[in-house]
């Protein structure tokens, strides 16, 4: 389990990564929203019944429903090791030369 320093530098390197991740995945998914739903799941620190409760396939997409979960097994220490954080794993806008 992340501690609450953990998560609150989490929480900061996703704001501050937001405004450079690209908007839509190239299936036209909406990556800012999953950025949004993460820092949300963070901030509240949301349960996996909470997040299937709230972000049902219904009312959001499939997308946004398992940026929460990815979320919440950050926090549960359950999160892949090839990224350090939620942060690194957005795409970014490439840089214009």
Do not use: H
Request: hydrophobic content about 35%; overall charge negative.
């Amino acid at each position: 389990m992340k501690t609450k320093e953990q998560i609150t530098k989490e929480i900061e390197a996703l704001k501050t990564v937001r405004p450079k991740v690209r908007p839509m995945s190239m299936f036209g998914d909406d990556n800012l929203g999953g950025v949004d739903v993460q820092v949300e799941v963070l901030v509240t620190g949301m349960d996996d019944e909470y997040i299937y409760d709230r972000y049902d396939r219904t009312s959001f997409s499939e997308y946004i429903l398992d940026a929460a979960l990815q979320a919440r097994r950050w926090i549960d220490d359950e999160e892949d090791d090839d990224c350090e954080g939620l942060a690194c794993g957005w795409p970014l806008k490439e840089k214009k030369i």
